[in-house]
């Protein structure tokens, strides 16, 4: 690419700044331009379910870059924009206000959004999910409301969002009930022996629990305020506030409409290219194919970042395979979840630390293993050993159950072997 090209990139999160900025890196001199549906500069997200809900963190904190940060690096932002359209033959964009925009490059960045509730009730005011920053003013306010007015939030899914927002309320002195339709929390991502000790951490707190929940309606007052959540069996918990954490869809409209592959998510390889070779694709709205074939979703910073990186090389015609180790992390209260490598049809377990003392001084990992091979690591407030594995899991040397286990063996002699 030339300095007489154009870059636009679709979406200012994490992945469509990262996607800029590394086009500067790698000595870019072109046009770029990042266009945001959202009025705000790109700000961070994780911040918004723990810091920012609880009002312990200010808007210039939370912002990733501001307009002019972006300017000195000669990109531009355009914010509250919203694109309607691609024209893969024509190279354009066409915008909600009917302009267009030329591109010789198009980053697709334009992340997920949250699943929502199709029961009776769901469309009531206070009834919010938690994407973006005016999604978690808005559920701070309602906050703010129940805490005046003594009335408590229920929240339906025991995923991540639903249980960092849990453990904010509970800070907050609000009372909380979680609602999941799974046997237990965490399901899609951690062991069952975590999904317990994470039960007992929010019980610990005074959260309210309900497993294979089934809700038949919000209930409504005559305002049209939520006042509770009806179960299948009659039972109905009163709440001044619904947040629903059920997961996320890929915004992948945009480049299924254009005739890209999609499948969950917008489908790119490696190196965040599409099936378009002027088109690549970082983020959340990616699904990347594999090399025997399957397709992976991650939704994390990590994967942004390292996408973003990938698919800016890919536009220069370079290739940086994003070939790291996945990483994750969650903080509830005072614990750190830190999450190594993708722990699916783990077979075998080891612990190292105390996990079954007191909850409140916890300190430990527990190592995934399949076929007697190390495959991920979740630590709880032990970064040590979640900075360790990474670089084992990278390495791919799988130390034993017992020498993992084993508190006095240092993990960084195990990397050196």
Same mark, same amino acid.
């Given at each position: 690419?030339?300095?007489?090209?154009?870059?636009?990139?679709?979406?200012?999160?994490? !992945?469509? /700044?990262?996607?800029?900025?590394?086009?500067?890196?790698?000595?870019?001199?072109?046009?770029?331009?990042?266009?945001?549906?959202?009025?705000?500069?790109?700000?961070?997200?994780?911040?918004?379910?723990?810091?920012?809900? !609880?009002?312990?963190?200010?808007?210039?904190?939370?912002?990733?870059? +501001? !307009?002019?940060?972006?300017?000195?690096?000669?990109?531009?932002?355009?914010?509250?924009?919203?694109?309607?359209?691609?024209?893969?033959?024509?190279?354009?964009?066409?915008?909600?206000?009917?302009?267009?925009?030329?591109?010789?490059?198009?980053?697709?960045?334009?992340?997920?959004?949250?699943?929502?509730?199709?029961?009776?009730? =769901?469309?009531?005011?206070?009834?919010?999910?938690?994407?973006?920053?005016?999604?978690?003013?808005?559920?701070?306010?309602?906050?703010?409301?129940?805490?005046?007015?003594?009335?408590?939030?229920?929240?339906?899914?025991?995923?991540?969002?639903?249980?960092?927002?849990?453990?904010?309320?509970?800070?907050?002195?609000?009372? /909380?009930?979680?609602?999941?339709?799974?046997?237990?929390?965490?399901?899609?991502?951690?062991?069952?022996?975590?999904?317990?000790?994470?039960?007992?951490?929010?019980?610990?707190?005074?959260?309210?629990?309900?497993?294979?929940?089934?809700?038949?309606?919000?209930?409504?007052?005559?305002?049209?305020?939520?006042?509770?959540?009806?179960?299948?069996?009659?039972?109905?918990?009163?709440?001044?506030?619904?947040?629903?954490?059920?997961?996320?869809? =890929?915004?992948?409209?945009?480049?299924?409409?254009?005739?890209?592959?999609?499948?969950?998510?917008?489908?790119?390889?490696?190196?965040?290219?599409?099936?378009?070779?002027?088109?690549?694709?970082?983020?959340?709205?990616?699904?990347?194919?594999?090399?025997?074939? +399957?397709?992976?979703?991650?939704?994390?910073?990590?994967?942004?970042?390292?996408?973003?990186?990938?698919? !800016?090389?890919?536009? @220069?015609?370079?290739?940086?395979?994003?070939?790291?180790?996945?990483?994750?992390?969650?903080?509830?209260?005072?614990?750190?979840?830190? @999450?190594?490598?993708?722990?699916?049809?783990?077979?075998?377990?080891?612990?190292?630390?105390?996990?079954?003392?007191?909850?409140?001084?916890?300190?430990?990992?527990?190592?995934?293993?399949?076929?007697?091979?190390?495959?991920?690591?979740?630590?709880?407030?032990?970064?040590?050993?979640?900075?360790?594995?990474?670089?084992?899991?990278?390495?791919?040397?799988?130390?034993?159950?017992?020498?993992?286990?084993?508190?006095?063996?240092?993990?960084?002699?195990?990397?050196?072997?």
């Amino acid at each position: 690419m030339t300095a007489d090209d154009t870059v636009l990139v679709i979406g200012a999160g994490q !992945a469509g /700044v990262q996607t800029a900025e590394a086009l500067r890196t790698l000595g870019f001199a072109g046009g770029i331009t990042i266009l945001g549906d959202e009025v705000h500069a790109p700000y961070h997200r994780p911040p918004l379910s723990k810091a920012w809900l !609880a009002g312990e963190m200010d808007a210039a904190q939370l912002t990733m870059r +501001s !307009a002019d940060v972006l300017a000195r690096k000669n990109i531009t932002l355009r914010s509250g924009v919203t694109v309607s359209f691609i024209d893969r033959a024509a190279k354009t964009v066409r915008l909600a206000d009917g302009s267009s925009l030329p591109y010789t490059g198009l980053v697709l960045a334009t992340g997920a959004t949250p699943r929502s509730l199709t029961l009776p009730g =769901a469309s009531a005011q206070g009834v919010l999910a938690l994407r973006s920053r005016d999604h978690a003013s808005g559920i701070a306010e309602h906050m703010a409301h129940c805490l005046d007015q003594q009335l408590g939030v229920v929240v339906i899914g025991g995923g991540f969002i639903g249980l960092e927002v849990a453990a904010t309320a509970r800070k907050k002195g609000l009372a /909380v009930t979680v609602l999941e339709a799974a046997p237990r929390l965490l399901g899609r991502v951690l062991a069952p022996v975590l999904s317990d000790w994470y039960a007992a951490l929010h019980r610990s707190h005074g959260v309210e629990l309900v497993f294979n929940a089934q809700i038949a309606a919000l209930e409504v007052d005559v305002a049209g305020a939520v006042s509770g959540v009806r179960l299948a069996d009659g039972a109905v918990i009163s709440a001044g506030l619904v947040v629903v954490g059920i997961g996320v869809s =890929a915004n992948d409209q945009l480049a299924a409409a254009a005739g890209l592959e999609c499948d969950r998510g917008m489908v790119v390889d490696a190196c965040g290219r599409s099936s378009d070779e002027s088109i690549v694709a970082a983020g959340d709205c990616t699904a990347r194919r594999l090399t025997d074939g +399957s397709l992976l979703r991650l939704e994390s910073v990590q994967n942004a970042t390292e996408q973003g990186k990938s698919a !800016a090389a890919a536009l @220069m015609g370079q290739e940086r395979p994003f070939t790291a180790t996945p990483w994750f992390w969650s903080d509830q209260y005072d614990k750190k979840l830190q @999450m190594a490598g993708l722990s699916m049809g783990a077979d075998s377990w080891a612990v190292r630390g105390d996990m079954a003392g007191d909850i409140n001084v916890a300190s430990f990992s527990v190592f995934h293993y399949r076929q007697g091979r190390l495959i991920a690591a979740d630590s709880v407030n032990a970064g040590k050993d979640h900075l360790a594995v990474r670089k084992l899991l990278d390495a791919q040397v799988s130390p034993t159950p017992a020498q993992l286990a084993d508190s006095s063996c240092e993990l960084a002699a195990l990397i050196k072997k």
